[in-house]
């Protein structure tokens, strides 16, 4: 089993860009509000900070969202484009910790914290396969 925590390098950082769609906003998530929803503002931290680590993982290993500290601080319209950026702030040999932060045209719309877990790829597939109905 690889080491580590020598390849995370606090700092390592990435931005994506998201363009708010139909799909993406509160009401198609039950609530009645056409604007960015808030589980879908939370997956775009998380595939920022997975980006942002992506070069430095071995294949044998990856990475799962584990908690959350994050506040929604402003309403996104559809169709607007949002800026998400993920910086690496801790890295110990099984946890990662980010900072996450979005922005629309208007404002910063989310501030907060992101951890990942680091695991053994072929042994957590192992377990999801085991969770399927046989």
Known sequence: MSTLAPTFVPGATATITHRVRPEDAADA??????????????WLSEIAAMKAVEDAIPDEFMTVGSAHDSAHLAPTLTGEEVTVRATLVEAGERSLLFEVEASDPRATILSGRHRRGVVPREKFLTKLDALRPR
């Not at 039950?30 to 503002?41: A, I, M, W």
């Open 29 to 42: 998530w039950g609530n009645d509000l056409p604007v960015l929803s808030t589980p879908v503002l939370l």
